[in-house]
């Protein structure tokens, strides 16, 4: 079973840092891309980035480019997204994806970001 | 980047009846390589979301048979052919074919 388990999230201040992690089993990880996409409260969607299978190829939204790297650790079937220079429009539930066919398949539960003085 | 512009917004349905979701893209979503990846998620009040289709009709294993994904090129659309009270949610469309990836507004679907 697909299992991808988010954390690192929680309080920060406007301009702090903070590194999500996604902890993923049931599958080999080193064959999928991966991908962050956050939830706003009671907002939509919003796909933030992803990685290649092996790391080479890494694209983001525009609104985080500058500010964000996403990289993954395949021996340890892991993901991560750093987050720089953090701003109040980053707060968001951030969700980890496992891509396959254009779009993520398996879903964690998601680790919650505030951004707030 | 490829706007994708849901439509409508808000849909209350009947149990039992079928109800459709359009999804149009700024661009065509036929990829290089010759396949649209134009994929469906369902996302149930507290839930993460979840893929119901893949490559505009390809359903995911166990997604109910009742769900259908049609369109090409620009123009999409999700089916579902009788409604029942788990299907409430917000259902979105995503774009994999063009840098960077873009969802939907979001469909709420409601039971009436």
């Known amino acids: 079973e697909v299992q991808l388990v988010e954390s690192g999230g929680g309080l920060v201040q406007p301009g702090g840092s903070l590194r999500l992690s996604c902890a993923a089993s049931g599958f080999t990880f080193s064959t999928y891309w991966m991908t962050w996409v956050r939830q706003a409260p009671g907002k939509g969607l919003e796909w933030v980035a992803s990685i290649k299978e092996d790391g080479s190829k890494k694209f983001y939204v525009d609104s985080v480019k500058g500010r964000f790297t996403i990289s993954r650790d395949n021996a340890k079937n892991s993901l991560y997204l750093q987050m720089n220079s953090l701003r109040a429009d980053d707060t968001a539930l951030y969700y980890c994806g496992s891509d396959i066919f254009g779009g993520p398949l398996g879903w964690g539960q998601g680790t919650q970001v505030t951004v707030s003085s | 980047d490829v706007v994708m512009t849901q439509s409508p917004l808000s849909l209350p349905v009947t149990l039992g009846q079928p109800a459709s979701i359009s999804c149009r893209s700024s661009q065509s979503l036929v990829h290089s390589d010759g396949s649209t990846y134009l994929s469906w998620f369902q996302q149930r009040p507290g839930q993460s979301p979840r893929r119901l289709v893949y490559k505009v009709s390809n359903r995911d294993s166990g997604v109910p048979v009742r769900f259908s994904g049609s369109g090409s090129g620009t123009d999409f659309t999700l089916k579902i052919s009788r409604v029942e009270a788990e299907d409430v949610g917000v259902y979105y469309c995503?774009?994999?074919?063009?840098?960077?990836?873009?969802f939907g507004q979001g469909t709420k679907v409601e039971i009436k």
């Open positions: 995503l774009q994999g074919t063009h840098w960077p990836k873009t």
